[in-house]
């Protein structure tokens, strides 16, 4: 039933009570990335698709948003996820946002 072409656009946002970005299609929460704030960056913990968006891209989508927030926002990033790190190591480009101190242990 994934029929991505013609689903809406995913909507972000960043439920600051909750300590998570969201993403939701059609009012419906799709998935969430978990953080902790730390004074120079964002801790990602967990994230997680909820099981009827799986397969639609709603990972993918989540973690290029959250990466290019923390660049926004001039954060480094540190991908306790193993999701989002797993993100960065296909998409090296983001691999200037891991806290240095970080870098040296996350491998590629």
Sequence with gaps: MSNTASASPLVYSDNVQQHR????RDGQLTGFAEYNVHPDALMFT???VLP???GQGVGSGLA???LDEARARGKFVIPVCQFIAGYIRKHP???DL???ETRA???L
């Design 46 to 48: 967990h994230t997680e």
């Design 105 to 107: 242990a996350f491998k």
């Design 98 to 100: 891991v806290k240095p």
């Design 52 to 54: 009827a968006f799986e």
């Design 64 to 66: 290029r948003h959250v």
């Design 21 to 24: 970005f969201e993403a939701h």
């Design 93 to 95: 480009e983001y691999l």
